[in-house]
């Protein structure tokens, strides 16, 4: 796949400033296409436009009217808002806007952020980079279509490696609690941090950063509003986690094999085999390693993630193209890449068939399929990888 990309397309596609505005564009005119999409109705409910947009909105507001952020407005929005309450804050500048802008600056957001965390990587090449970004387009306009923040997260996290790698202790810590603290799954980039010398200075920094931002909202509420806004928040993560088993391992477990583990014990184990390679001391001296388990942890925190829908898979996706560019392609990776674009990036667009993934897709949980089997074959290639020293970006 590589060869055949470095082969095919033309050169002017590879210049990082030409792809920087491609996603710009695609972020704009996503934006736009659906706001012209105009009302829609919803339980009997006449709502705007772009819905996930309007809740994340809607939220600063709430938060400046020391509302409950997590009860139910039917009358403004057709869901909950699951968001921390330091989201809702960081919010404002975008809320300020005109609807529609703020709609497209909030794309620009999720595309900018990932695009950057990308070129910011210093353990890919400058061509694995273009590579990357190529390659997870199209699953990060997906995820644009719905507003949804996972272009967003998966920046936050990469860059949560990117920084960490370069020594800039704080602004990785900055991230992994921002990313914490727009989704919870985020912190998990605290996984591929900590495979680095300097542990110490790297979760002070994070404790300060974490204080910092959870604290944030007492500049617009009271102590006490705060305190049960957090426990408004835990209430309602709490009781989504009872309730769904989402794109995961869980629901593929249950689909193929009709396996209805209970999910914590499965999450359990997905997690201890995710931290399993950090028992080997050699990993903090191999930077090929730690690339590896980042795109390990940007597909853990999908596949185990009860709450993944399609439009989270950007993130999964991320994972695997960092895991397929930064290192030698074998035919066994290449087959792998080209089933997680046909199945979990293509699949799930309009140009597969509406039959096929009503009747065979999403039954059969297919999105899912060849992200576990890169993660499940990433997790050996750390277990079973020699001792060696850092390599250098090819």
């Not at 909105?57 to 997590?70: G, K, S, T, V």
């Not at 595309?111 to 699953?139: C, D, E, N, Y």
């Not at 193209?321 to 990036?345: H, I, K, M």
Request: with cysteine.
């Amino acid at each position: 796949m590589r060869q055949v990309f470095s082969r095919k397309v033309p050169a002017w596609l590879q210049d990082p400033r030409i792809l920087l505005g491609i996603y710009v564009l695609a972020a704009s005119v996503v934006a736009l296409h659906k706001m012209a999409q105009g009302l829609f109705q919803s339980g009997g409910m006449t709502y705007p436009p772009y819905q996930n947009y309007v809740i994340f909105r809607n939220a600063f507001f709430h938060l400046l009217a020391r509302q409950d952020l997590y009860a139910a407005y039917p009358l403004e929005q057709a869901d909950l808002f699951k968001y921390s309450p330091t989201f809702a804050l960081l919010m404002a500048p975008i809320a300020a806007l005109p609807y529609t802008l703020g709609a497209v600056v909030w794309n620009l957001v999720n595309a900018v952020a990932l695009f950057g965390a990308v070129m910011w990587v210093p353990t890919l090449s400058a061509r694995a980079r273009i590579w990357t970004l190529w390659f997870v387009l199209l699953s990060l306009i997906s995820s644009m279509q719905t507003a949804q923040s996972n272009g967003l997260m998966a920046g936050l996290m990469l860059a949560a490696f990117a920084a960490r790698e370069r020594n800039h202790n704080a602004l990785s810590a900055l991230s992994v609690v921002a990313a914490a603290l727009v989704k919870p799954f985020g912190g998990i980039a605290l996984v591929t941090c900590l495979a680095r010398p300097g542990r110490g200075r790297f979760l002070a920094w994070m404790a300060g950063c974490g204080i910092v931002l959870c604290l944030a909202p007492l500049v617009v509420v009271p102590a006490g509003h705060l305190a049960f806004l957090y426990r408004s928040w835990f209430d309602l993560l709490r009781n989504d986690h009872a309730t769904k088993a989402g794109l995961s391992v869980m629901a593929w477990l249950e689909a193929w094999f009709g396996l209805a583990w209970p999910k914590d014990v499965v999450i359990a184990a997905g997690g201890l085999l995710l931290v399993l390679p950090m028992a080997r001391r050699s990993l903090v001296g191999d930077s090929g390693a730690r690339t590896l388990l980042t795109a390990s942890v940007l597909i853990w925190v999908v596949i185990f993630n009860h709450m993944a829908e399609s439009p989270t898979y950007v993130i999964a996706v991320v994972g695997v193209a960092l895991w397929y560019f930064s290192q030698p392609p074998t035919p066994l990776n290449t087959s792998l890449v080209a089933a997680t674009f046909l199945l979990t990036c293509l699949a799930a667009t309009d140009l597969c068939p509406r039959d096929v993934r009503t009747r065979l897709i999403a039954p059969y949980v297919l999105k899912a399929v060849p992200c576990i089997l890169v993660w499940l074959k990433l997790q050996h290639e750390l277990l079973a990888r020699p001792r060696a020293a850092s390599r250098a970006p090819r």
